[in-house]
């Protein structure tokens, strides 16, 4: 096409050369995209790891303070069961 300016140009000369445009510029950003989709990516699969290592470690944390809370629970279930439910005495055999 000549770079005379003043000549109309149609849709048809338009559209293509902006298809020859649209095609160089992907061939010279593409790679330089798909690096910073890597790389953003990369840095969002490291944040939720490390956000997600937190959690695990605030959760076996509470974990571990309610198992401190309640671990001498049976024995005082057990005391409880014994005040209020006192055992019985095994009857005695009357002999025939």
């Known amino acids: ?5 003043s ?3 149609t849709h048809g000369e338009l559209r293509e050369v902006l298809a020859e445009f649209r095609v160089s510029l992907l061939a010279e950003i ?3 995209i798909a690096r910073e989709v890597a790389h953003a990516f990369k ?3 490291e944040s939720i790891r490390s956000h997600m290592n ?7 944390a509470d ?4 198992d401190a809370k309640y671990n001498d629970l049976p024995p ?7 005040a209020v439910f006192p055992t019985k005495r095994p009857r005695r055999r009357r002999s025939a």
Do not use: N, Y
Not at 1 to 5: C, E, N, V
Not at 63 to 66: E, F, N, V
Not at 76 to 82: D, I, K, P, Q, T
């Open 1 to 5: 096409m000549p770079d005379d300016m």
């Open 7 to 9: 000549r109309p140009v």
């Open 30 to 32: 593409g790679p330089m």
């Open 43 to 45: 840095s969002l699969d």
């Open 54 to 60: 937190a959690l695990l470690d605030k959760a076996s």
């Open 63 to 66: 974990d571990d303070a309610l």
């Open 76 to 82: 005082r279930v057990m005391r409880l069961e014994a």
